[in-house]
């Protein structure tokens, strides 16, 4: 395949802002193709926690002093560029202070909505003056939706798009950065309000991601079973006609992991690295996280881990009942790292103080400290509702940490249910999002737990699985070049 010149848009990058695994999707992938050899630019907002004093940020020549007309103001901006961690790929941030001098990455602002079509309208002016023609912009969410449309409409007049084609990853369907249809003006797109759909229009509402499904010439999203239950009315978000009717052009591509950042054997944030081979090690690291979190460490006793962002998404509703009765039980041991809605809070501080020396809640955001829980704990809980594709059992399988997920998404993709008689499978997998689900899922875990050949193999199975980028962007590859040859036979 020739070179392609790929533009990535993303409101998260780690480690510059994350606030979950589009963080990391928008770093891993992009630096996967840049590594590939192809000419890959990303852009994304210079939010002020960004510390710009620890990267090697920088002014780049011909993008300062630089202005959108968004509804009745002009927004000044310049565009910095810092390269990625680890990577020699260069990362484009928009400086816009007014928008993006924020308490959080994302607000319930009232101009949430400008602050993204900034960030979309920015990357593709950007191109314009750069003189770089994109063969393939690659949208991430809501908050790059409006993409896809820009390109065949506004911007459609420039030769430099002409063979540009959008590909849209939908990582959450669940958020769809939906507003009123007064924000059409600041969207730019009053002399294309024809191309919105136009029924939500009439009804007052734009939707961003809804435009982006609309246009964006392949939808992907992130697990293959995603894809499959976004088509579907429960798990569609309202948006399951238009998945159906995108037919193939509507594809599941399973992330990978990026094993620069997680890999048990070269992880610098843990107390002790290991591998397969070493597994003693891994239960030093189990020492060292209770110890850390001031808890007392008890070989038989398994530690069950999460971490994760406290949304409805994540089903923690479902253990409300279940995990103060296995605590009663003083089977288990739990350490949760987290922040969100206050109801999940509460409920996992209220555990910790209900039972002191059995749970530690750490309430807010700790990379280290997720690795170390990746590490330390024997098995990694995910009960989620819904899943596109989740991280976090990905890494719990490399990291020999057992997942005990419901069946949903890429949780269902990546994780198979042990199977005693033919020893395969790689954790505890159940279908009910109850109460008894979860039970039930705990029961068996535990008591696999207590058999040690069981569980070792359990442990091997996990951690012989193969969940690099070279597969899923090989994947991206392929679908970019099918994009680009179709363009290239019409020309
Ligand atoms: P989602 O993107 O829905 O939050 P994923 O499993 O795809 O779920 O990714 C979550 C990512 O965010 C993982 O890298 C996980 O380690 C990280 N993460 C979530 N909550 C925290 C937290 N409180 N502290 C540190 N990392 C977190
Ligand atoms: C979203 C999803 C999560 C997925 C991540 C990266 O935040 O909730 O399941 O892993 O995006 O694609």
Redesign the pocket.
């Known amino acids: 395949m020739r070179t392609l010149r790929i533009g990535h848009v993303t409101s998260e990058i780690a480690p510059f802002a994350k606030v ?3 963080a ?2 928008s770093a891993a992938l992009p630096s996967f193709l840049h590594g590939a050899g192809h000419d890959v630019r990303v852009f994304t907002p210079l939010y002020s926690a960004i510390e710009t004093d620890a990267y090697d940020f920088a002014p780049v020549e011909g993008l300062s002093d630089l202005s959108v007309e968004t509804g009745a103001d002009r927004i000044s901006y310049d565009v910095l560029q810092a390269t990625l961690p680890g990577s020699s790929l260069v990362v484009h941030f928009i400086h816009c202070p007014a928008l993006y001098d924020r308490l959080h990455v994302y607000t319930n602002d009232p101009d949430e909505h400008r602050r993204f079509i900034l960030l979309s309208r920015a990357a593709l002016d950007a191109c314009q003056r750069l003189g770089w023609a994109p063969d393939v912009m690659h949208c991430h ?1 809501w908050q790059t939706g409006l993409i896809p449309l820009y390109l065949k409409s506004i911007y459609a007049w420039d030769r430099l798009f002409q063979a540009t084609r959008s590909v849209l ?1 939908i ?2 369907i ?1 958020y769809q950065g939906t507003f009123p249809a007064s924000v059409l003006t600041d969207t730019g797109l009053e002399d294309s309000a024809k191309y919105l759909h136009q029924e939500d229009l009439r009804e007052g509402a734009i939707g961003f991601l809804k435009t982006g499904v609309l246009y964006a010439d392949r939808v992907t999203t ?2 293959p079973t ?1 894809a499959e239950e976004i088509r579907t009315e429960k798990l569609g978000a309202g948006l399951h006609d238009l998945m159906r009717e995108r037919g193939e052009t509507l594809v599941g591509i399973l ?1 990978g992991v990026d094993t620069a950042v997680w890999n048990p054997r070269r992880d610098s944030n843990l107390a002790h690295r290991y591998s397969q081979k070493s597994l003693w090690r891994k239960e030093k690291n189990k020492e060292a996280l209770l110890s850390d979190l001031h808890l007392p460490y008890d070989p038989d006793r398994p530690v069950v881990g999460m971490v994760t ?1 406290l949304t409805g ?1 994540k089903g923690i509703e479902l253990l409300f009942e279940p995990l103060p009765e296995f605590l009663e039980a003083h089977v288990l041991r739990l350490v949760i790292l987290a922040s969100g809605e206050s109801k999940y809070e509460r409920f996992f501080a209220e555990l910790q103080e209900a039972f002191p020396g059995e749970v530690c809640f750490y309430r807010g955001f700790h990379e280290g400290l997720a690795h170390r829980i990746e590490a330390g704990a024997d098995m990694f809980l995910m009960p ?1 509702i819904y ?5 976090n059992q990905m890494y719990s399988l490399m990291y020999g940490t057992i997942p005990i997920v419901r069946k949903t ?2 949780l269902a993709d990546t994780v198979r249910q042990w199977d005693p008689e033919s020893e395969s499978g790689n954790g505890v997998v159940f279908d009910h999002p109850t109460a008894e689900g979860v039970r039930w899922a705990l029961r068996t875990a535990l008591g696999l737990y207590q058999d040690r050949e069981v569980w070792k193999k359990l442990m091997s199975n996990a951690m012989n699985a193969d969940f690099s980028w070279e597969k899923a962007g090989k994947r991206y590859l392929e679908l970019y070049g099918e994009l680009v040859t179709r363009q290239e036979a019409k020309v």
């Open positions: 979950g695994g589009l990391d999707v969410d990853t990582h959450n669940g992130v697990s995603y992330n962002r998404q989620s899943e596109p594709c989740g991280l998404g890429g």
